[in-house]
């Protein structure tokens, strides 16, 4: 009965990795240990976690950009073995072609889907338009500031037109006005068509201000707290203040250490 | 597991490999890849030269037209062996390199200082970079008969071409090297009362061996060039001197023999340098560049 | 959203330039200035018979070209270094893509490519002598021993150091690995394999005029050869500044390709957050 609602499922994955020591000795580091958890159709969830508790990589495994070693990832009833098209990627360094303009680098996922240039150009501006960047369309990356280009990495996600989005730290790099201008700005995208979204982040008010569920990762994919009971929506930035929010805070902060 | 979802009570069913078991399987691939690693590295540079040299072996030996030549290989390692064990070959090496050790010092002692104090002076190094610039993309042998015109042909004449095959390599790395010392690291030697001529000497001096190294490698390769080209065109003596001779007397096997034993010499000199440098610039890496 | 908006405005205003743009360019005119300056005083002043002037060089480089003398020898040498280096950068680009991509070309190839490396290639001019016999075949081998092995390398180490970051963002949208492989990682490394290209051309122009000199004398090389056996400075100079000029040139019209291609990773710093 839930399972419709389902839309990526993460089940019982493992990956390890690895790791020589010296003198011929092996060492295997698991990254992620028998790590299982459901997201909902049009559902914002976070996940945080310290560095190196492995929510990059279950990130990326449902990217399909990491091989797992054992279990499945089911992405709206299909197994994932390998990148797909319902899933579009935000990475932390934007990583945008530096030779090419914000329009063609907003375009590059409808390129590759075969979308013909007329068209992938009015869909990539739909989308720099969204990101509030529809003016900038021909600017290089390097002419442009790092929240910018982060924007126009969003863009080039949301103009393949995903299911699921997925966010790994997109603002983990940027000062801290632009990023809440993004954060702000992330949300209006999201109640306007209601992604799935998955948002990897160590910033605990930034995954209480954006997600309707958070889970706290420990290590390993071992997760520790799951917190879906969260402030109504439409959230404002005075809430941040709200007892409720400093309570959730505290809940957080406390499984995490 | 508190993480326990729906799914789970339906997916425990499938049987799924004890952890342990998985990571033995991890590690038996991880360590079957790395011995497959090493046989290949070692396995296939070996391969080619056997087949190269058995190639050269076959096809030398089998010739249909005698004219050419080509010497086998077993030739040449034998006229090698006999070289190494030739006084006029050894006597041959004196003189040549002789003139490779003057030069190549002469040039050690003046480009590496130079090079160093270019790189911190802005105006000297926007003067000279031009030069330098030039150097590098120009065959340095087109000044070569100019220099036999002004000396004729002497001892002091090959000494100046090598000097001047060899200058700009050296200068050019040790340049670099000093003008990348970082700022931060002068301004910290100042700020703790170092004095001008403390700062060469315990920052920008230091900070710069591994492009004196680099330098050193660079210059040694093109002194050998220098030593070699002078020798067989214009002013024919010591090795230049014998490989001609051979040529003319069809003696193929010596030719390839000289020319192995100083491609050794050089490689060797150069990878002594290149270690060197390896090591210093990887750890200094770390520490102190911009 | 202002303060986003603000940013790139002033940035645009003053467009980052990198630091070794701003060496004075000027200086090095001014120090090759002076250079000539100097040389043509001494060669006025008959310091001694083996300096001409300046003027005297340049003028009988003008007068070789005005008289078709240099035509021959011009045309044999460039079409020898041309086909030379062609090869030398077909051979290399991929030859250093291939170590690059597939750890077994690598095993196989890199302690000749690092042999190679490591002899003054000038060292094995003699072998291909013995090999190729005397002919512009020989010319052409010795070229291509000298720049390739660079090449190589270099392409080598620029693919190798590729941005896979980018690589990997491309698998994630679902690009074909060749595809991503020659529109992304390949294109990424393009400013890099051009250094090699461009010092395997300045290595091209030693390879032509060491090989015409040491081998066959033809080309350049021999009427530079005519001029020293007459004692004639003035002619052994001319020669010396023509090959000058092309290999700084070409390595300038090279340099110009590499701005046109990657104008992106020429013209700005590397993005910084």
Known sequence: MVERDVMVQVDRVSKSFIKHAKRGKVDVVPVLREMSLDIHRAEFVSIVGPTGCGKTSVLRAIAGLLPIDGGRIVVDGREVNGPGRERAMVFQDPTLLPWASALDNAAFGLKQRGIRKVERRARAQEALDLVGLGHRSGALPQELSGGMRQRVGIARALAVDPSVLLMDEPFGALDEITRRTLQDQLVRIWEQDKKTVIFITHSVEEALYLSDRIFVMSHAGHIIETISDLMPRPRTREQESSEEFVMLRAKIWEALS | MEAMTASDAQTAKRSAPSLTSRDERLVRDWKRGRRRNRIAAIGLPLAIAIGFVSYWQYATTHRSNASVLIPTFTDFVRATWKLLGLGDFWHAVWISESALLTAFGMAVAIGIPFGIYVGRHRTLDGLTSGYLDIAVVTPTAVFMPLIIVFLGPTYWARVTVIFIFAFAYIVLPCRVASSTVSGD???????????????????????????????????????????????????????????????????????????????????????????????????WRSAGRK | MTAVEVAPTSAKAQPRIPRRKMRPITLEVIGLAVGALAWEIVGLAKVSRFLPPLDDVVGRIWDLLQSGQLREPLTQSLSNLLIGYAISVGIGVTVGTLMAVSKYVDYALRIYVNGLMATPSILLVPILYVVFGLSSFTLIAVIVLYATVFIVANTRSAVLGARHDLTEMSQAFGTHPVRGFFEVTLRSAGPEIFGGLRLGMGRAVKGMFNGELLIAVVGLAQIERTYAGAFDATGILAIALTILIIAVALTAALEALNRALNSWAVSHSRPSS
């Open chain 2, 185 to 283: 690291l002068v301004d910290m030697a100042h700020s703790y009362g170092a004095k001008k001529t403390a700062v060469w000497r315990d920052v920008i001096v230091p900070a710069s061996v591994p492009g004196i190294f680099a330098g050193l490698r660079q210059g040694v390769a093109h002194a050998f060039t220098g030593m070699f080209l002078i020798e067989l065109t214009f002013l024919a003596v010591g090795l230049g001197y014998l490989i001609v001779g051979y040529e003319e007397a069809f003696d193929p096997a010596y030719v390839f023999g000289v020319s192995l034993i100083i491609v050794v010499q050089a490689a060797v000199c150069m990878s002594v340098f290149q270690y060197v440098e390896n090591r210093l610039s990887a750890q």
